[in-house]
């Protein structure tokens, strides 16, 4: 944990990857119950990103040494989780109280300053504004065995209220995180060596694999909570952003995973409601579907702000100057309009937008 404690001072002074390099076999065996298990696995997370990344896109690292590599993937094989840093880590499971109160911190940071830390725990409150949603879910489904309208009723005003929540912790990240920063610094921290052009043919754990594996950086497509609310609601994405969804649940914790496939195996909320043909039922229906197109909405804007305005930015001053060393300092060219996960942003974010909206049942 001293390595991981103190990334931010190792990258800064270029003294990481030597730290790494200076390593001994760490062993698993020590690691007692799924709250050390878990620890440890951000904490290698945090550690590898740090290494790769130390000196920027164009000089990372393509070889993950077997001291780091070898106890990473037995950690991640045991947890159920991929070797590499994943939503689980950087905001699941990396907060911490201050004090007494409901202030909180993260327990592991990369580079990036308060804007990271910012990152991270406004991630977490737009979490925890959806457990009343979540909730909701197993509340509604139940009742929807039951045909007790009055409880999906709630249930859905619930979800809706929850949602909604969300979209209000979400719009705290223009107070705590800056654009510039984000995109310079953080957007490489997080990023992964799949669908990364700076990694062709990906990354090589030492000692584990005789070829180099490709893996996701960490996405908010990796996050059980709107997945959980897609499939209860019933919407369906088109084929290229459900496969990019599907995907990321591999880097969900398996509970997680299982929890959304339990509701998609569940009964159809939506097609009660058609069928039922209560007004009451549609209406609080529609309410969730119309909050979580503003959410997705909103994200979209966020995206523009953090992303798709400073590419912009970067390439007109690529332009200006006629010369790439000034960029490339500024931002990974490979990374440009792509998400930490490797998506193409936009045109999935606009596109998950327009399907939520086309669920929308109409009145008869």
Same mark, same amino acid.
């Given at each position: 944990?001293?390595?991981?404690?103190?990334?931010?001072?190792?990258?800064?002074?270029?003294?990481?990857?030597?730290?790494?390099?200076?390593?001994?076999?760490?062993?698993?065996?020590?690691?007692?119950?799924?709250?050390?298990?878990?620890?440890?696995?951000?904490?290698?997370?945090?550690?590898?990103?740090?290494?790769?990344?130390?000196?920027?896109?164009?000089? /990372?690292?393509?070889?993950?040494?077997?001291?780091?590599?070898?106890?990473?993937?037995?950690?991640?094989?045991?947890?159920?989780?991929?070797?590499?840093?994943?939503?689980?880590?950087?905001? $699941?499971?990396?907060? %911490?109280?201050?004090?007494?109160? @409901?202030?909180?911190?993260?327990?592991?940071?990369?580079?990036?300053?308060?804007?990271?830390?910012?990152?991270?725990?406004?991630?977490?409150?737009?979490?925890?504004?959806?457990?009343?949603?979540?909730?909701?879910? /197993?509340?509604?489904?139940?009742?929807?065995?039951?045909?007790?309208?009055?409880?999906?009723?709630?249930?859905?005003?619930?979800?809706?209220?929850?949602?909604?929540?969300?979209?209000?912790?979400?719009?705290?990240?223009?107070?705590?995180?800056?654009?510039?920063?984000?995109?310079?610094?953080?957007?490489?921290?997080?990023?992964?060596?799949?669908?990364?052009?700076?990694?062709?043919?990906?990354? $090589?754990?030492?000692?584990?694999?005789?070829?180099?594996?490709?893996? /996701?950086?960490?996405?908010?497509?990796?996050?059980?909570?709107?997945?959980?609310?897609?499939?209860?609601?019933?919407? @369906?994405?088109?084929?290229?952003?459900?496969?990019?969804?599907?995907?990321?649940?591999?880097?969900?914790?398996?509970?997680?995973?299982?929890?959304?496939?339990?509701?998609?195996?569940?009964? /159809?909320? @939506?097609?009660?409601?058609?069928?039922?043909?209560?007004?009451?039922?549609?209406?609080?229906?529609?309410?969730?579907?119309?909050?979580?197109?503003?959410?997705?909405?909103?994200?979209?804007?966020?995206?523009?702000?953090?992303?798709?305005?400073?590419?912009?930015?970067?390439?007109?001053?690529?332009? %200006?100057?006629?010369?790439?060393?000034?960029?490339?300092?500024?931002?990974?060219?490979?990374?440009?309009?792509?998400?930490?996960?490797?998506?193409?942003?936009?045109?999935?974010?606009?596109?998950? @937008?327009?399907?939520?909206?086309?669920?929308?049942?109409?009145?008869?």
């Amino acid at each position: 944990m001293d390595i991981a404690s103190n990334l931010t001072h190792l990258i800064a002074h270029q003294q990481l990857r030597r730290e790494v390099n200076n390593m001994q076999l760490l062993s698993t065996h020590f690691l007692i119950g799924h709250k050390e298990l878990r620890l440890a696995h951000m904490a290698l997370s945090f550690i590898t990103m740090g290494y790769v990344w130390q000196d920027g896109e164009h000089n /990372s690292m393509k070889v993950l040494p077997k001291s780091l590599a070898v106890p990473y993937c037995e950690v991640s094989k045991i947890v159920g989780l991929p070797p590499i840093l994943v939503h689980a880590d950087c905001v $699941l499971a990396n907060w %911490k109280k201050k004090d007494g109160n @409901r202030n909180l911190d993260t327990i592991l940071a990369l580079p990036g300053g308060d804007s990271l830390k910012g990152f991270f725990l406004v991630t977490l409150e737009v979490e925890l504004a959806a457990v009343q949603g979540i909730k909701a879910v /197993s509340i509604a489904t139940e009742a929807v065995l039951q045909h007790d309208d009055d409880s999906i009723k709630n249930a859905l005003q619930d979800m809706a209220e929850s949602i909604r929540k969300m979209n209000q912790s979400l719009k705290m990240m223009d107070e705590h995180v800056d654009p510039a920063t984000f995109y310079g610094i953080i957007r490489l921290f997080l990023s992964g060596w799949k669908d990364n052009p700076a990694f062709p043919e990906g990354l $090589l754990y030492e000692g584990v694999w005789d070829k180099p594996r490709q893996f /996701s950086g960490g996405s908010a497509a990796q996050s059980s909570t709107l997945q959980s609310f897609d499939e209860f609601l019933g919407i @369906r994405h088109n084929e290229e952003s459900a496969e990019f969804l599907h995907r990321m649940r591999d880097y969900m914790p398996p509970s997680h995973k299982a929890f959304i496939q339990a509701i998609a195996s569940g009964p /159809s909320v @939506r097609e009660y409601i058609v069928f039922s043909c209560n007004p009451v039922l549609r209406e609080s229906y529609n309410d969730c579907i119309a909050a979580l197109v503003d959410l997705r909405n909103y994200h979209i804007t966020v995206v523009a702000r953090y992303i798709t305005i400073n590419v912009a930015k970067a390439k007109a001053e690529k332009n %200006k100057q006629n010369s790439t060393v000034c960029i490339l300092q500024k931002a990974p060219s490979a990374l440009e309009e792509r998400g930490t996960g490797g998506s193409g942003i936009m045109s999935f974010l606009k596109s998950v @937008r327009d399907t939520t909206k086309k669920v929308t049942i109409d009145e008869v």
